[in-house]
């Protein structure tokens, strides 16, 4: 019986070349190619890299699955207009969004990632005039 649910098994993609320039000595040539050339060629180390990415998506997708099967079509289609609508709210450039709305209709706010720590404001490299900022963004400045 299936669910339509996608499914949580890794499947691995990984690039059967690598494609570096070899140099003399086949090793790559860093003079030539730069350091983080070789990085860019790779595709994925690890079979749940690519798991891993699509993570967040996958994990939406399921819940509004599994809503859908258990209280019909009305509430995933009520929920996606909520998120719809919770992304749509603005703030001036010169302030962070907090996301709250967002982050409890999705459920993320019950739950602590690393951009949570480390995303937080007061850490924020982000330093300018408030003024200067709103009028470059409306096309003033």
């Excluded at 859908?68 to 719809?84: D, F, S, T, W, Y």
């Excluded at 996301?99 to 982000?126: A, C, K, Q, W, Y």
């Amino acid at each position: 019986m299936s669910f339509g649910l996608p499914s949580l098994k890794a499947k691995p993609c990984q690039a059967s070349e690598y494609g570096f320039d070899q140099g003399q000595f086949g090793v790559p040539d860093v003079m030539k190619s730069g350091l983080g050339s070789a990085k860019s060629t790779l595709e994925n180390v690890h079979p749940l890299t690519q798991s891993e990415k699509n993570y967040r998506q996958n994990v939406d997708m399921m819940n509004m699955q599994i809503l859908r099967n258990i209280q019909g079509m009305h509430a995933p289609l009520k929920l996606a207009m909520e998120i719809r609508a919770a992304n749509k709210i603005g703030h001036l450039p010169c302030l962070q969004s907090s996301r709250v709305m967002f982050d409890s209709l999705t459920g993320r706010d019950l739950e602590i990632s690393p951009e949570d720590v480390f995303n937080t404001g007061e850490f924020l490299e982000v330093v300018g005039q408030p003024h200067a900022i709103v009028e470059k963004s409306l096309g003033i400045l």
